[in-house]
């Protein structure tokens, strides 16, 4: 299997644009997970659902933030517009039965 | 809510040392815990889990033991590598990580050979 798969690996753009981040979750996993990594606070999880469905948004810091997932097989993660303070390592994680796999992340920097 | 505290480090062995990384945590309920290990550009990788009190986990050497009593799930390993220089992460879920993970900070650790 070739574990969970996010692109892009590096994003750099210019405050004020509009980032989209993906991920494709390890096949037969029911749920997926979006983290945001900071040296400030750590893991923090923003997102989560289960069979495609958001269970748990309450992490998302803004509405500026926004998630997707169409399908049992790709979800995004969206910022519009972006700010330096986002600047991060986005990670995807799917599940079945209890165990996250961890995709390798999105490196963000918003300058 | 649910909280995770753990020695951030960094921590600097000998190749051989003792390992002990101590984590505990603030829950409500009965969690599951586990240890996730990062090594340099990479996502995060279950190291272990103990899923209820006394329960022990253990992987390439590493183990840990739920202690209810005390709210901890301290890290150890007999002999350590230069290998396992990464950063070790103590997480907890409400619902066997059909949930959200709860992670402390993070413990760098250092092995000098």
């Known amino acids: 299997d070739a574990g969970v798969i996010q692109s892009p690996r590096h994003e750099v753009t210019e405050m004020g644009q509009e980032v989209t981040l993906r991920c494709k979750p390890i096949?037969?996993?029911?749920?997926l997970f979006w983290y945001r990594q900071t040296m400030m606070r750590g893991l923090e999880l923003l997102i989560y659902?289960?069979?495609?469905?958001?269970?748990?948004d309450s992490g998302m810091p803004e509405d500026r933030f926004s998630a997707k997932m169409p399908n049992a097989s790709f979800s995004t993660l969206k910022i519009q517009p972006s700010e330096p303070r986002d600047s991060a390592v986005y990670f995807c994680a799917s599940s079945f039965l209890g165990e996250q796999y961890f995709g390798p992340g999105t490196r963000l920097t918003v300058t | 809510g649910n909280s995770v505290t753990q020695m951030e480090g960094p921590v600097t062995l000998s190749e051989e040392a003792f390992l002990t990384i101590n984590c505990t945590y603030t829950?409500?309920?009965?969690?599951?815990l586990f240890w996730y290990v990062q090594y340099p550009g990479e996502g995060l990788q279950l190291l272990l889990k103990a899923t209820k009190a006394d329960d022990k986990g253990s992987n390439k050497g590493f183990e840990a033991t739920y202690r209810k009593e005390t709210t901890s799930f301290h890290l150890e390993k007999g002999s350590v590598q230069v290998s396992d220089s990464a950063v070790y992460f103590c997480?907890?879920?409400?619902?066997?990580?059909?949930?959200?993970?709860?992670f402390g900070k993070g413990t760098h650790l250092i092995i000098q050979p």
């Open positions: 096949s037969g996993h029911d749920y």
């Open positions: 659902f289960n069979n495609n469905v958001p269970i748990d």
């Open positions: 997480a907890l879920s409400d619902l066997m990580g059909a949930d959200g993970l709860t």
């Open positions: 829950a409500t309920g009965y969690p599951s």
